[in-house]
């Protein structure tokens, strides 16, 4: 994941806060459980730990079709992180790969960046993912967490995910 760290340093080289919000439904359909959550999180941390980056938070809806109030694209769990972390919206952003997290950003008045690219399982997507969409979903994390840093001039340029501000 080498994009992914990219960002992370250029968050972290401008004393941004990393907080990682979840969907988990998998839990509620009995897919996995919280151990398997967190033990994909340590392994994340660990793997990060070599280029001395940490997430700050990590957080997770378990619910599924539940009208709960942390489900992305409800606002709680980042209400929650900003309270337990001692943050401010000022300056944040959300980004993310589906039209939930656009729509939390949206919700709380921060750019929701939708990072393209988003690869499914069906045999037409891999071999889209093969040609094309791995690329540019691997370049654009980290051009998604510059347009964040940055400002957001060009947001709303060439991201078919949109951007809010
Ligand atoms: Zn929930």
Avoid at 7 to 35: C, E, F, H, M, P
Wanted: charged fraction near 25%; aromatic fraction near 4%.
């Amino acid at each position: 994941m080498p994009t992914v760290v990219a960002a992370l340093k250029l968050l972290a080289a401008n004393n941004y806060a990393t907080i990682v919000i979840s969907n988990q439904s998998g839990i509620a359909r009995g897919l996995l459980d919280d151990a398997k959550v967190r033990s994909v999180n340590a392994e994340i941390v660990r793997r990060l730990a070599g280029d001395e980056l940490t997430i700050d938070g990590w957080y997770w809806c378990p619910h599924y079709d539940e009208g709960c109030d942390c489900r992305k694209p409800a606002p709680a769990l980042l209400h929650q992180a900003v309270r337990e972390h001692g943050l401010t919206l000022d300056g944040a952003a959300m980004i993310g790969d589906r039209g939930s997290d656009v729509e939390l950003g949206q919700r709380v008045g921060i750019p929701g960046i939708a990072v393209p690219g988003r690869c499914r399982t069906s045999a037409r997507n891999r071999i889209c993912a093969r040609k094309r969409c791995s690329k540019r979903r691997n370049g654009s994390c980290a051009v998604a967490t510059e347009i964040a840093v940055r400002g957001r001039a060009s947001c709303s340029r060439g991201w078919p995910g949109g951007a809010s501000s």
